[in-house]
Nanobody
């Protein structure tokens, strides 16, 4: 397991944007499968987007065209740029790492039980 530290959550009105960040130690971001999940109240965590060891990305259908997952290997940081936010995006967002190199086929998403490291979560609230 590795320590993941998220930041960037907050409150925004519908149609606005937020960028989440997740910092990890060493070569984690560069090497491993990384993902963003979210959890609605009373629900299981669901995958939002992932980026594999080769940089291939995939997204759940509800965020395609609005969210972008990316990483900066030099800064050991994973990002989730969220645009055109909707009230339905209100949730706690988690960063996750699958601590071995892994290559997806670009189809969302690898299930949460594949991930062994999780951030503490950051709240995103979208109001109308």
């Amino acid at each position: 397991q590795v320590q993941l530290v998220e930041s960037g959550g907050g409150s925004v009105t519908a149609g606005g944007s937020l960028r989440l960040s997740c910092v990890a130690p060493g070569n984690v971001i560069r090497t491993y499968l990384m993902a963003w999940f979210r959890q609605f109240p009373g629900k299981e965590r669901e995958a939002v987007a992932d980026i594999d060891s080769g940089g291939t990305t995939s997204y759940t259908d509800s965020v395609k065209g609005r969210f972008t997952i990316s990483k900066d290997n030099a800064k050991n940081t994973l990002y989730l740029q969220m645009s055109a936010l909707e009230r339905e995006d209100t949730a706690v967002y988690y960063c996750a790492a699958h601590s071995v190199p892994y290559y997806t086929n670009g189809i969302c998403c690898v299930p949460q039980n594949a991930y062994d490291s999780w951030g503490q979560g950051t709240q995103v609230t979208v109001s109308s």
